[in-house]
């Protein structure tokens, strides 16, 4: 993904400005013109509370923190809060932590106006300063999850002959079994073996078809589909199952994402209409083996997957009690992100943080394989719009040189800062669809794939026809 890296020379008053429209859930702020004593314009913000049920004194304390906001000369007042502006020029990935925060989402669903307040400025701390974060009380049954972490267990230790049958290369959506070597970080294989899975759907349309029909579809529109399951008599349980715990993980996803509106200062439905009605998730069941024997291990990485941010909005993962998630703070250290019994591992993806114009950050991640003989299973949710969302529509911070990707941290900023890439994204042009990036990410990683399904994407010399990709086409 290309941006132009244009270095901060100053915290400007509209980045000061703006930065108070995120600093308090549940106010909403617009930018006016006042004048000073002397005659001068003067910005000035003018606030209202979204608060339908929010105490006299909380939106008392919240009056006086907007005045003090309002004043410039006064921010550093404001909310205790870093701009956009201010964390761009302390450097990329502002993880500084040496632990990650566990929030507690009951404080969130408890509909007390306080608590829900500060969950989300908790919430937007976390976001801005770490991008990743753990919650509980999240609202998804426990007894769910370890099932489906058994589940994952059970079907890896099916045979390989049994797993090749749903092996993703059969399937247009690039879904379905990877053994391990089928994925790399940075051209160092990934030591897991995974299943990737979808929305399921049924695959209505011949996409090779498009002359003969007169139907042109938006490449995109070839990541619906089915997936590949085990057979219930192989593995009971594993398609009912699995699919009960994706339309959860939708149900946690999508609060999240409610709680992030109102954590910038945004209506609490402001993401709903592009995530309510047919997100486009992945969930993937994932077993990391441990580290193989040293005399053995030359051709495999040490990690289970290498050092990278995700490529898409919000990522939750269930992990087992192994561990070896680890996430990049600015020092460089890899910081731990261990097992935590009841709850999710919340981090953020680039386009979240390219939508809010690098005040939520995609944090660099990787995960370690462990020495010794338990493998670990996780199972990691990327919850993402629908596929023809425009991610130009998300225009949080008004501010006309973003759109220049100037200004603020860019993902690919933040990924090559660490000399990480994004598992889904990798280094290439953001386009302006989510789907067109979805799509071509699969297709950049799964070239074999693109040639047994997509014939029309490949040029003579075998490789994929990369301008193909990159042509938006938005009728549907
Ligand atoms: O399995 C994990 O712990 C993390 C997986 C991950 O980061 C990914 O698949 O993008
Ligand atoms: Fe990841």
């Known amino acids: 993904m290309a941006f132009t890296n244009t270095p901060v020379a100053a915290v400007s008053h509209q980045s000061s400005l703006r930065m108070l429209s995120v600093c308090r859930a549940k106010i909403s702020c617009e930018r006016i013109e006042g004048t000073s ?146 994925e790399n970080t940075a051209g160092i294989t990934d030591f897991r073996e995974q299943i990737e899975l979808g929305p399921e759907e049924s695959q209505d349309i011949d996409f090779l078809d ?24 192989l593995l009971p349980g594993f398609k009912r199952e699995t699919e009960l715990f994706m339309e959860k993980m939708n149900e946690l996803s999508m609060h999240i994402m409610q709680a992030l509106a109102l954590s910038l200062g945004l209506q609490k439905n402001y993401f709903d209409s592009s995530f309510q009605y047919m997100p486009h998730y992945q969930m993937k069941v994932v077993k990391y083996p441990p580290q193989p024997a040293s005399d053995c291990a030359e051709d495999v990485g040490m990690f289970g997957v290498g050092a ?89 911070l008004e501010n006309s040189n973003q759109a220049e990707g100037r200004r603020f941290r860019s993902p690919t900023e933040n990924s090559n800062a660490f000399g990480g890439l994004s598992t889904h994204g990798g280094k290439n042009k953001l386009l302006p669809v989510f789907g067109q990036n979805a799509f071509k990410s699969f297709a950049r990683s799964h070239v074999n794939v693109v040639r047994q399904h997509h014939k029309d994407l490949v040029k003579a010399d075998g490789s994929v026809d990369l301008d193909k990709l990159d042509v938006e086409v938005l009728s549907s």
């Open 37 to 182: 004593p002397a005659g001068a314009i003067i910005p000035k913000l003018k606030c209202s509370s979204l608060s339908s049920a929010g105490t006299e004194k909380a939106r008392g304390e919240l009056a006086r923190r907007i005045k003090i906001c309002a004043t410039p000369g006064e921010r550093k007042d404001c909310c205790s809060i870093h701009s956009p502006t201010v964390s761009a020029m302390r450097g990329f990935g502002v993880l500084e932590e040496e632990s990650i925060k566990i929030l507690d989402m009951g404080s969130y669903f408890s509909g007390d106006d306080d608590r829900v307040m500060d969950f989300c400025e908790q919430l937007r701390r976390q976001c801005h300063e770490v991008g990743f974060f753990y919650v509980r009380n999240h609202g998804v049954p426990e007894k769910l999850c370890d099932r489906m972490l058994e589940l994952g267990r059970k079907f890896f230790d099916l045979p390989t002959e049994v797993k090749m049958q749903m092996d993703y290369t059969k399937s247009p959506q690039f879904r379905g079994y990877m053994r391990i070597g089928a």
């Open 308 to 396: 990278h941010s995700d490529s898409g909005f919000l990522s939750l993962l269930l992990q087992d009690d192994v561990g070896g998630l680890q996430a990049k703070n600015t020092a460089g250290r890899w910081i731990d992100v261990p097992p935590e019994k009841g709850t999710f591992v919340v981090n953020l993806g680039e386009m979240l943080q390219l939508a809010t114009g690098g005040y939520y950050l995609a944090t660099v991640h990787r995960v370690v394989s462990q020495v010794g003989s338990r493998s670990r299973y996780s199972v990691p949710f990327f919850f993402n719009p629908k596929l023809d969302t425009d991610i130009r529509a998300f225009n949080m």
């Open 210 to 233: 498009r002359e003969e029909s007169g139907l042109v579809y938006p490449l995109y529109r070839r990541l619906r589909g089915p997936n590949q399951w085990p057979p219930d008599t």
